[in-house]
């Protein structure tokens, strides 16, 4: 499809694991954003890239969330050192700048 | 960012009308209301926006306060598949300034349908 696809779309980690979340945009969306949605709350925002470049990161929560987009496509949400409060599901949404998102089915990480 | 207030939840019966409201009165001049909802297990999608006339198209109305400080979203007759989370969210016209068009969600309102 056409969409915004993300991978896995199950994690379960150990605390202390790093893990490695996916989004693939839909093709020609320059803006990709990155929320964080915990059980019963709303999305959010972590990030966000205009292409390959990271204009935003004020909403990763700590040191330990790193984001990349190297080619200006594929973006990856990396956490090193999870910590049971990172359990959540992390969604990923593409757009032409200022159109609107369109979000990705989420990836939920469960931290044990 | 501009604050909005929903009620927690809301309850709808079937092929009826659904009122959703939104109270925004720290809207600025260059904020745009934004709908999203958000389906059990799935991301949000986008539903509607506007910035100061009525609004129409395949998913919904949205009407929006002379004054700005008040919006409502329509769905004109509810479905089992219109059952989500409802966000309405303010989100800056200019694109290409500091807001670029992030996404700040509030709580949202909870909608039920009922067959």
């Known amino acids: 499809g056409a969409g915004v696809s993300q991978s896995p779309r199950y994690k379960v980690a150990k605390r202390g694991q790093d893990v490695a979340l996916r989004c693939d945009p839909i093709s020609g969306h320059v803006s990709l954003f990155w929320y964080q949605q915990a059980l019963g709350q709303g999305p959010e925002f972590l990030t966000y890239?205009?292409?390959?470049?990271?204009?935003?990161k004020s909403g990763l929560p700590s040191d330990r969330f790193f984001a990349e987009r190297p080619e200006g496509s594929v973006s990856t949400l990396k956490i090193q050192r999870t910590q049971q409060e990172d359990s959540a599901v992390y969604l990923c949404a593409s757009s032409v700048p200022g159109g609107e998102q369109f979000f990705g089915p989420g990836t939920r990480l469960t931290v044990l | 960012d501009a604050k909005t207030t929903q009620p927690n939840s809301m309850e709808s019966n079937e092929e009826e009308p659904v009122h959703l409201p939104c109270n925004h009165s720290t809207i600025s001049g260059t904020d745009y209301i934004h709908w999203y909802r958000q389906l059990p297990s799935q991301g949000p999608e986008y539903v509607i926006h506007?910035?100061?006339s009525n609004v129409n198209n395949r998913m919904a109305s949205l009407a929006i306060a002379e004054d700005r400080k008040s919006s409502t979203l329509i769905l004109h007759r509810a479905t089992l598949r219109d059952a989500a989370v409802y966000y309405c969210i303010l989100r800056a016209f200019n694109a290409g300034g500091t807001s670029y068009g992030k996404l700040t969600f509030g709580q949202g309102t909870i909608l039920t349908v009922h067959p």
């Open positions: 890239f205009q292409n390959e470049a990271q204009l935003d």
């Open positions: 506007g910035l100061t």
